[in-house]
């Protein structure tokens, strides 16, 4: 039987950028999965073109996206049993209806009707201590808590965080043991639960024995608000208004970015949200206007201050309010999610693991097994061995036997020639002595005998084992001996390269010795020419203090004869005046007092010598 839905990386039909999140769309896709099964009355993995219309129709409806039928016809115009979903609604799916919804619609519409078509086919209301609204609930959590591969089921992990979460949210105290016992009747189940049988699980109250079906179902509303609807932390405090500035008693909802308050829990009449983001901040507050358990949460256009029923729900509510704003300030998402993904790896990991601790046990069997191998044709040697043995000692014992035969022979002529030795006790006497004597030496040839065949089997044990000595000694000696001829080699090599080196180095000293005695002559040359250009220096600057000296002479003297010397200077553009001390020499002003200054010095009389 082909199943529905196969997993979520083999769903996308385009490699194009998709409007929705991968894990929003393989929370949608698993609700899709429910509804697509229950459609498939036979179980053969087809829905009718029919069924499928009414899917496609009421998916688009629920997630405002503009429906289109004539593309459902085209898509299975070739197709007149019905379409296989990964071959042929899968991608119709993804193309016309995933690819174009946006993360604008309510979810919980979406999983009500999903869940509408498929609890008419497979909940079974008997003996259930749960409504059909706990029943959806806890539907929606399962499809957030189990695993991405279908068909869906929840493993045992979270079949345990899920009913902690739901006794502790009763009120009631967890019993591990209870749960290990259940474990034990998951093996046969491959610890893990389908959606129905998890409802079961829950509405029979196996769980909750003692608990009446009101907080039962304040538990599993507690669990979906949190695990589905991301409600942190909910519960009534005290707001002060920005207008009035009266304090009002308001129903408060936490979640990751964002907080909602109300005028009652029933959530019927909404007063306002708190946009939480990485810049917002909350603060505790001392007491103030009668006001105690003060804090406030600052935003980046107001701030909210808040009054908590007593220190802790002010504590942990300001712990919460922190923990969702550094949460956004890092771009992690809300903590029952990282949980569940941590859960997931946790679980990969420890798959993997298990995985490679199977692998490294079939190669220790492996190893087993042809170590057994090795131990099994060793045995059978050790057996043709002894068989080889015994075999050796019955002939050595057939040898014995003849010789004890041959000796009984012996002794039986000995009878009868003791018999006739006794009747000529007088003539043998020699003769008997005589054959004693042939007696001993055939004892001691006997003796000689074994000792001989033990002496011989040892010589050969002695000889195999100075055999292989020398030939390992002979593989040691050829082996030094190539290393030897490498060595030799690789001497030669190095002594010819190093005579060549030292013949280029020799070659390079001497002209490098040519060099510095070129250098040498041509530092003394410039030298010389140095001390050269020094006294043609020194007659200059020689000759130029003469001339500066008979400069400065004619100089005084002129200054003598005239009073002043002036230096020409460029004169104006405007036509140049002729003086006595040349043309354009000084302004009009300077000239008159020049003048002036001359006739004074002329009309004044000379001074006595």
């Known amino acids: 039987m082909r199943k529905p839905f196969t997993s979520s990386a083999t769903l996308v039909s385009s490699p194009k950028t998709l409007p929705l999140k991968m894990g929003l769309r393989d929370e949608l896709l698993k609700a899709i999965w429910h509804a697509f099964t229950a459609l498939d009355v036979d179980k053969s993995g087809k829905v009718s073109k029919s069924q499928l219309k009414v899917l496609s129709h009421n998916l688009c409806t629920v997630m405002k996206i503009p429906h289109d039928p004539v593309s459902l016809e085209e898509h299975f115009r070739d197709d007149d049993e019905g379409p296989v979903s990964n071959q042929g609604y899968m991608p119709y799916l993804n193309r016309f209806i995933l690819d174009k919804v946006q993360d604008n619609f309510d979810r919980i519409d979406f999983n009500r009707m999903c869940w509408t078509l498929c609890a008419r086919k497979n909940l079974n209301r008997n003996h259930l201590l749960i409504s059909d609204d706990d029943a959806f609930k806890i539907w929606c959590i399962f499809n957030f808590l189990s695993e991405d591969r279908y068909p869906l089921v929840m493993v045992s992990e979270e079949i345990e965080y899920f009913l902690r979460k739901q006794t502790e949210a009763m009120g009631g105290s967890w019993i591990e043991e209870k749960f290990e016992e259940y474990k034990l009747q998951l093996s046969s189940k491959h610890q893990c639960l389908n959606v129905w049988e998890l409802i079961e699980l829950v509405g029979m109250g196996h769980f909750s024995k003692g608990m009446d079906r009101q907080t039962l179902s304040m538990g599993i509303n507690e669990v979906f608000q949190e695990l589905i609807l991301d409600v942190l932390k909910q519960g009534y405090m005290m707001k002060k208004g920005h207008k009035r500035k009266n304090w009002t008693e308001r129903w408060f909802l936490l979640k990751p970015n964002l907080i909602s308050y109300y005028a009652s829990e029933d959530l019927t009449e909404k007063k306002g949200d708190i946009l939480l983001d990485g810049n917002c901040c909350v603060e505790s507050l001392p007491d103030k206007e009668g006001k105690k358990c003060l804090f406030y949460v600052k935003c980046s256009d107001k701030s909210f201050e808040i009054s908590a029923s007593d220190k802790k729900k002010k504590q942990e509510w300001i712990q919460a309010i922190q923990t969702c704003i550094?949460?956004?300030?890092?771009?992690?998402?809300?903590?029952?999610?990282?949980?569940?993904?941590?859960?997931?790896?946790?679980?990969?990991?420890?798959q993997a693991e298990q995985e490679e601790l199977e692998l490294r046990m079939r190669e220790l069997q492996t190893a087993n097994e042809n170590k057994q191998r090795e131990l099994e044709a060793m045995r059978q040697k050790l057996e043709e061995a002894a068989a080889n043995a015994a075999e050796e000692e019955h002939r050595r014992l057939q040898t014995q036997s003849e010789l004890q035969d041959l000796y009984r022979v012996e002794m039986e002529k000995e009878k009868m020639v003791r018999q006739q030795m006794e009747e000529q006790v007088a003539q043998k006497s020699s003769e008997l002595e005589q054959y004693l004597q042939r007696v001993r030496e055939l004892e001691n040839m006997y003796h000689r005998l074994e000792e001989a065949l033990e002496e011989e089997r040892q010589a050969r044990q002695d000889e195999e084992t100075v055999r292989k000595l020398q030939a390992r000694l002979l593989e040691e000696e050829?082996?030094?001996?190539?290393?030897?001829?490498?060595?030799h080699l690789y001497q030669q090599q190095t002594i010819s390269q190093t005579q060549a080196e030292k013949q280029e180095l020799e070659r390079e000293r001497l002209a490098k010795e040519s060099?510095?005695?070129?250098?040498?002559?041509?530092?003394?040359?410039?030298?010389?020419?140095?001390?050269?250009?020094?006294?043609?220096y020194e007659e200059v600057m020689k000759k130029l203090a003469d001339a500066a000296n008979n400069t400065k002479s004619w100089k005084d003297k002129v200054t003598h004869h005239e009073g002043l010397i002036r230096l020409i200077q460029p004169g104006p553009k405007y036509p140049q005046k002729i003086t006595n001390w040349g043309p354009a020499a000084f302004t009009e002003a300077e000239l008159s007092l020049?003048?002036?200054?001359?006739?004074?010095?002329?009309?004044r009389p000379p001074t006595p010598q």
């Open 326 to 350: 550094t949460l956004l300030k890092v771009g992690r998402p809300a903590p029952h999610h990282e949980a569940r993904q941590k859960r997931r790896e946790l679980r990969q990991k420890q």
């Open 478 to 487: 050829v082996s030094k001996r190539g290393e030897l001829e490498e060595i």
């Open 515 to 536: 060099a510095l005695q070129s250098a040498m002559q041509q530092l003394q040359q410039l030298e010389a020419d140095r001390q050269g250009a020094l006294e043609q």
């Open 594 to 603: 020049r003048e002036k200054d001359w006739q004074e010095k002329k009309n």
